[in-house]
């Protein structure tokens, strides 16, 4: 029973480790939303970044030259986010293991006692 859990611990680890990896990799991210606005008199549209700060949304205009960076920034970020859960999921799967051997050692404790 003891090497299912060093396996089990092993794959959430090495999961983990991974994530933290691609996470040290990414590159410059931004936060936010970039969404196209109709301008008077043009037949390009304008873009706008829009975010939270202080519990307030915010709005910045994105100069047409620097859409498609702004654009890999936010796809960064959102990346981002979605390993930052990763991370939390496999260390909450660490503790709970932990756990789970903690209870199953004390039992097989009790079982062993004369």
Sequence with gaps: MNTNHSVAQNR????????LQRIATIGPFLEGSLCSFKRP????????????????????????DM???VKKWTRTHKELK????????????????HVANRRAARRSKALTKP
């Excluded at 979605?82 to 293991?97: E, N």
């Design 41 to 64: 008199g043009c037949r390009t549209p304008g873009w706008h970044l829009t975010f939270k700060q202080k519990a307030k949304t915010r709005t910045v205009y994105v100069p047409i």
């Design 82 to 97: 979605k390993l930052i859960r990763q991370v939390s999921r496999q260390s909450l799967a660490l503790i709970h293991g």
């Design 12 to 19: 959430h680890t090495a999961r983990r480790n991974a994530a």
């Design 67 to 69: 859409v498609p960076e």
